[in-house]
């Protein structure tokens, strides 16, 4: 089918290109300067016209401590694009799945949070992402799914795996926070997931299949583990590796805060969607081994 995909270069809608092909779906990209999520009037004209099924939504401003000294566009961006293009999906009978991050909870919690936990966002990112999950709800809920998942990496964009590996090339020893925990979840894992959901949307109206929903990968780690697993992939292919200094979060400050506990417990998603994505650490091998090949 013909899924629509808000986004240009981003790490989840590059994913969904790539790996739409296999099961026999076409993405539709819908991506600035035309489409722009903050220039809302550009919004239901470009939806109309992809002629999509389906609609995901895998746009955001997702600068996490630029956004707080830009709340205006990171608002604009999270929550009224999102917000304008579920109306819009809502209106031409579509399914919409949107993504949102852990970055909705603020990290107190001693275990995986699931999808009833109170949200508490600690920075203006997180709070401009609740705000977009309570837009869509608002605009479409009987067509919607939220998928929040959490520390996204891939070979494309910019993400944690390519500036540790670019760290790496450039010093013995890195310091890394050791005191935030969660689940590094693969771009290319996620757009499999994600159009298991729109698919099942668009065969079964079914009230359960909406509404939100955690997805990443199994399995849990600090940013000073998963740093730690990239450097000993990136060995054993003969790239750069750097020795990683466990560091407390107060060690490392940073414009907004983030949470300590970023784990999400993704039981609902098996038990009603049928989707698990695989452990971060059989997910990671091979997306270092794409960012050390050589580029033809
Ligand atoms: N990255 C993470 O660690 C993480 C963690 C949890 C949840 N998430 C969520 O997962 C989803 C996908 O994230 P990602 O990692 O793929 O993000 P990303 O690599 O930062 O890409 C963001 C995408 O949003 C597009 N975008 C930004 N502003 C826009 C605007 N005004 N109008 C239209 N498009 C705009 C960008 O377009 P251009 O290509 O034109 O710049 C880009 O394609 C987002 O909803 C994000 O909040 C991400």
């Known amino acids: ?22 099961r026999g779906h076409e993405i ?11 220039q809302i009037e550009t919004i239901a004209p470009l939806l109309a016209a992809s002629g999509a099924q389906a609609v995901i939504s895998a746009a955001a401003y997702t600068a996490v401590d630029k956004a707080e000294a830009e709340p205006d566009l990171a608002f604009a961006v999270n929550a009224a694009g999102p ?5 819009a999906a809502a209106e031409l009978g579509l399914p919409l799945v949107h993504l949102s991050t852990d970055y909705v909870f603020d990290g107190t919690k001693a275990a995986p949070y ?37 520390w996204v990496y891939s070979p494309f964009g910019a993400n944690f795996v390519k500036t540790m590996l670019r760290l790496a090339g450039e010093r013995e020893e890195l310091g890394v926070v050791a005191d935030q925990i ?94 698990a994505l695989q452990d971060w650490r059989s997910a990671i091998g091979p997306v270092v081994a794409r960012l050390l090949a050589p580029t033809p």
């Open 1 to 22: 089918m013909r899924l629509a995909v808000t986004g240009g270069k981003g790490q989840v809608v590059t994913a969904l290109i790539e790996r739409a092909g296999s």
């Open 28 to 38: 539709v990209p819908l991506a600035r300067p035309e489409f722009d999520l903050a």
């Open 83 to 87: 917000g304008a293009l579920a109306q």
């Open 114 to 150: 699931v999808e009833t936990d109170p949200p508490h966002p600690l920075g203006v990112y997180g709070a401009s992402k609740l705000a977009g999950e309570e837009a869509v709800l608002a605009a479409h809920p009987a067509g919607s799914a939220i998928l929040r998942t959490s």
């Open 182 to 275: 969660g689940n590094p979840t693969s771009a290319l894992d996620i757009a499999d997931g994600v159009m298991s959901v729109a698919e099942r949307l668009v065969a079964d109206a079914s009230a359960e299949l909406r509404g939100v929903f955690h997805m990443t990968a199994a399995g849990e780690t600090s940013w000073a583990g998963f740093a730690q697993e990239i450097f000993a992939h990136s060995a054993r292919l003969g790239g750069p590796s750097a020795r990683v200094q466990p560091i407390a979060t107060a060690q490392y400050p940073t414009p907004a805060s983030r949470p300590a506990n970023s784990r999400l417990n993704c039981d609902k998603l098996a038990r009603v969607h049928g989707v």
